[in-house]
């Protein structure tokens, strides 16, 4: 099982700044999460790629690295992170437990960081209070940032802002950790949504290929 963890301990990965887990978590995602074939995305469309962001986020040490470059992003009126289930679901919870646990490099007054986690039904629950969001009811007009593994037509995250807007939230931006730049970011650019992604198609493919065996 070693194979499967980066070379690093814990405390390492705690102790580094953010823009140090760049590169390891780029390493990881070529490495696991990346692969070239024939594949049908839930869009629908055709695709020579595939990112299984999954293997990155339900990674123990990739989950720790996702949250603490998510958390730096998040802006700082923010009191909840939410996400269309399944694949938001690990990156609400990474955010929220590096936000309150904190980081060795930050100063203590910023140690830590009360980000609630908000999972987004794709349907309403079928019994009890059949509600579509999952997570603690926050004050009306509560700011959230919607959070997302693998962007592609952007759809996903708009669905998620669509019900936390309907809740009476405020969405105030959608982070993502991979954008393959095939119109999410103008979806939400035409919804006035901020939109940010740590890496793109392009940031993956050029590291894949160095590492691919000649």
Not at 99 to 115: D, F
Not at 128 to 134: D, F, N, S, V
Request: with cysteine; hydrophobic share 40%.
């Amino acid at each position: 099982m070693d194979q499967l963890l980066i070379d690093a301990p814990a405390a390492t990965l705690l102790s580094l700044k953010t823009d140090e887990l760049r590169s390891p978590l780029l390493d990881l995602f070529c490495r696991g999460a990346y692969q070239e074939g024939d594949f049908v995305l839930s869009s629908g469309q055709h695709s020579t790629y595939y990112i299984n962001g999954k293997l990155v986020t339900l990674h123990p040490q990739g989950a720790l690295m996702v949250g603490r470059l998510l958390l730096d992003l998040v802006p700082p009126e923010t009191v909840a992170v939410a996400g269309l289930t399944l694949g938001a679901d690990p990156l609400v919870t990474a955010v929220s437990l590096v936000g309150v646990y904190g980081s060795n490099h930050r100063p203590s007054t910023e140690s830590q960081r009360t980000l609630f986690p908000l999972i987004i039904r794709k349907e309403a629950k079928g019994h009890g209070t059949r509600a579509y969001i999952e997570g603690l009811e926050l004050p009306p007009s509560s700011s959230v940032t919607v959070l997302e593994d693998v962007v592609t037509t952007g759809q996903s995250a708009l669905k998620a802002v669509d019900r936390l807007q309907a809740a009476g939230y405020q969405v105030n931006q959608i982070l993502a950790l991979v954008d393959r730049q095939q119109g999410g970011a103008e979806l939400y650019q035409s919804h006035n949504l901020p939109f940010k992604a740590l890496f793109t198609i392009q940031d993956i493919q050029a590291h894949w290929a160095t590492l691919k065996p000649a």
